[in-house]
């Protein structure tokens, strides 16, 4: 017989919007952007972990250096391979970024960096695990947070001082913002 741990599902605001906070066994299991008050209760955090987060992306979002790999989180029920991909993405510094192939080497599968876009794309606990830093390694931004969009990767670096704007391109279709930099 197992024990199902309570979910608790916050709603608080940041510069991109309501974000949604769950939280299980002193573990945070997701951030949520566009969340609403149909799934998330807007409340004062009424947990160490809820009030720890919210305190930190506060301070994150207003130009801190906050760094989150001490936060403990939850991948319960994500594939070896996704735990591992979303444990690298910690190691990435604030204010840097990496390829999908860097990335892809960090995990033992130097080839797959699809597998890693994969792992990143279904990332439950963003800016926590920071696959923003995450790009292509001819400087193309990639993808971020399927439907949420580039506009949250792109807010995102220029808040951790990496993305000037003078640094985003944009190509002649003008849909795919580049970095104009060399990846490390």
């Known amino acids: 017989m197992s ?3 309570e979910e608790s599902r916050l709603l608080t605001d940041s510069p991109l919007g309501p974000l949604g906070i769950v939280t299980r066994a002193g ?6 952007f566009d969340a609403d008050e149909r799934t998330y209760e807007r409340r004062k955090p009424g947990t ?6 919210v305190e930190r992306l506060t301070r994150y979002f207003n130009g801190h250096r906050e760094t989150f790999d001490d936060v403990p989180v939850d991948m319960a029920g994500a594939t070896p391979f996704r735990q591992a991909v979303w444990k690298a993405l910690r190691r990435i510094p604030y204010g840097e970024v990496r390829s999908y192939k860097w990335l892809s080497e960090q995990v033992g599968q130097s080839r797959a960096f699809r597998a890693v876009g994969g792992a990143n794309r279904s990332n439950p606990i963003p800016i926590i695990i920071p696959c923003h830093r995450v790009i292509q390694a001819n400087g193309k931004l990639g993808g ?3 439907r949420a969009g580039l ?4 807010f995102l670096l220029r808040l951790e001082d ?3 704007r003078e640094q985003l391109e944009i190509t002649a279709d003008r849909t795919e913002p580049r970095l ?5």
């Not at 506009?151 to 792109?154: M, N, P």
């Open 3 to 5: 024990i199902v741990q």
């Open 27 to 32: 573990a945070l299991c997701r951030i949520d």
């Open 48 to 53: 160490a972990i809820e009030s720890g987060v």
């Open 144 to 146: 971020y947070q399927g």
């Open 151 to 154: 506009h949250i990767k792109t």
């Open 162 to 164: 990496h993305l000037e």
């Open 180 to 184: 104009a930099f060399t990846l490390l």
